[in-house]
């Protein structure tokens, strides 16, 4: 019954997510300067992809970026530090979005371009106008995050997620892992989460869902990193 909610958001479904560890906000320009001078794995990745640049150490967060970029990132990332990142699986975004809430942001039943970053000329429920920015802000511009302590969740930039796209959740997994498909992964879409600093307030919601190509780059899309918790030894 949610305002503006898509047929694409459904059917709710119990999932079992299992213990896993999130970056606090988007990967910033300043951390992913830092590891695409590490050694390659895969792919090379561009220092400076930018199109909203920020200075030596900026915490503006990385945009541009291809969805294959950004897994070399984890996997440098990985062999740097003996820890395996990677992105999150839509299940797993979604319930860090949240963070035991339910309604349409983890804020409450409306948004404010004072706490987010979002298109403010345009309003969700009952929420006022507020200011276009019309580029990024600082990772954690506004000091606020969400029960999980996890920031920037609704809006700034767009966040890959590891999910083939699908149309809706029928047949999805109720494990938490990535819902991947048998189709050549370079023609399937990718899903997006969290809203950017150019979409409408509705598009920032905890349910909603967004596609785009993996080799694409785009101003309004970045991610953030994940990694599953270490086993306990009895």
Not at 86 to 107: M, N, Q, S
Not at 196 to 215: E, F, M, T, V
């Amino acid at each position: 019954s949610e305002s503006e909610r898509l047929s694409m958001e459904g059917p709710q479904h119990e999932v079992t997510v299992t213990d896993f560890f999130m970056g606090r906000y988007p990967v910033t320009q300043a951390q992913w300067r830092f590891v695409a001078r590490l050694p390659q794995v895969n792919r090379r990745l561009n220092a400076d992809p930018f199109r909203f640049k920020g200075g030596r150490g900026s915490r503006l967060p990385v945009e541009s970026v291809s969805l294959y970029e950004a897994i070399e990132f984890c996997d440098r990332l990985t062999a740097f530090t003996g820890r395996s990142y990677r992105l999150p699986t839509e299940a797993e975004w979604e319930y860090a979005c949240r963070a035991g809430t339910t309604t349409p942001f983890h804020l409450g039943d409306m948004i404010l371009a004072d706490v987010a970053n979002y298109d403010g000329s345009y309003t969700y429920a009952s929420g006022p106008k507020g200011e276009n920015r019309q580029k990024t802000t600082s990772v954690d511009e506004f000091n606020l995050a969400n029960a999980f302590g996890l920031s920037d969740m609704h809006g700034n930039v767009y966040e890959w997620c590891q999910d083939h796209w699908h149309e809706n959740y029928e047949g999805a997994p109720v494990d938490g892992s990535a819902w991947l498909t048998d189709t050549d992964e370079k023609e399937v879409a990718r899903v997006l989460r969290g809203g950017s600093w150019s979409s409408l307030p509705r598009n920032g919601r905890s349910a909603q869902r967004l596609n785009d190509p993996p080799d694409g780059r785009y101003t309004h899309v970045g991610f953030r990193v994940s990694c599953s918790a270490p086993r306990t030894c009895v």
